[in-house]
């Protein structure tokens, strides 16, 4: 497979997934969902005006995500990267576990793999605002840097779920309950623990079977969530698009970049 023909497959991929989590987190804000009351309270905002300034904040995510989708620039992902990590940072500063922030890797990671992808385009202001073009070819040195940036990307989401399921995160307890297992913290743990050593995998030397069974683990786990599922399932559009994108790159006959030895 070329880089040219790659380049364009994970283009599309990472571009579709920058747009499911900004869509799916705005949709978020429409609702006015509750516990992003904690959130408005890191800023010193209380309960009510955190609920007025909700659907704003949602419908600027949707927005950017639409944008993303049918006219990427490059100022675009930038943004969506910063405020991206930002959103997924309130987790821990409003009391909830570390493992939460790394967990929503794919939210900022997604957009961040598709600027190393596209490239500066051009010095100055005017570079941020040009269309980005699926057909640029993308040279060895984008190349290995996408395939590093995705391999530490999804090393911090399995871990992140990972370590949430350790800690027996209470929704994902029911979850397991709901899945009919006897002993749903021991299947928490279970889970948890096989999620660590593939995110390390994934790390060190990242396995063309292993990516997509972790595809689909993360595309059918995800369906579980009981409340808004379809809007949970498309906010976590980030990691499937990583683990597809990286993917793409191990079909490269030739790919001593996906090494951490290299």
């Not at 984008?142 to 399995?158: E, P, T």
């Not at 995998?201 to 683990?217: E, K």
Request: charge should be positive; charged fraction near 15%; aromatic fraction near 12%.
């Amino acid at each position: 497979m070329s880089l040219l023909a790659s380049g364009q497959k994970i283009h599309y991929t990472l571009r579709i997934a920058t747009t499911m989590c900004f869509i799916g987190h705005g949709a978020f804000g429409l609702i006015t969902k509750k516990i992003w009351c904690n959130y408005f309270a890191v800023f010193g905002i209380g309960t009510e005006e955190a609920y007025r300034l909700m659907p704003f904040v949602g419908s600027v995510d949707i927005l950017l995500g639409i944008i993303m989708l049918v006219y990427p620039m490059r100022i675009i992902p930038l943004w969506l990267v910063f405020w991206g990590l930002v959103t997924a940072t309130l987790r821990p500063l409003s009391g909830e576990p570390f493992a939460e922030l790394i967990e929503r890797a794919g939210n900022f990671g997604a957009p961040l793999a598709f600027l190393l992808l596209s490239g500066p385009g051009g010095r100055g202001l005017r570079g941020w605002f040009t269309r980005v073009s699926p057909l640029a070819p993308m040279t060895d040195q984008a190349h290995k840097n996408l395939g590093l940036c995705l391999r530490v990307v999804i090393f911090l989401l399995l871990l992140g779920h990972g370590w949430l399921n350790i800690l027996g995160k209470r929704g994902l307890i029911d979850q397991y309950t709901g899945l009919g297992f006897t002993d749903p913290v021991m299947a928490a743990e279970i889970v948890g623990l096989l999620e660590t050593i593939a995110a390390c995998t994934v790390l060190i030397r990242p396995f063309r079977p292993l990516l997509l069974v972790l595809l689909f683990w993360k595309i059918g786990s995800e369906l579980l969530y009981p409340h808004y599922m379809i809007f949970e399932w498309i906010e976590r559009g980030g990691s499937y698009g990583c683990l597809l994108a990286l993917w793409f790159i191990t079909t490269k006959r030739s790919s001593p970049y996906l090494s951490l030895a290299t």
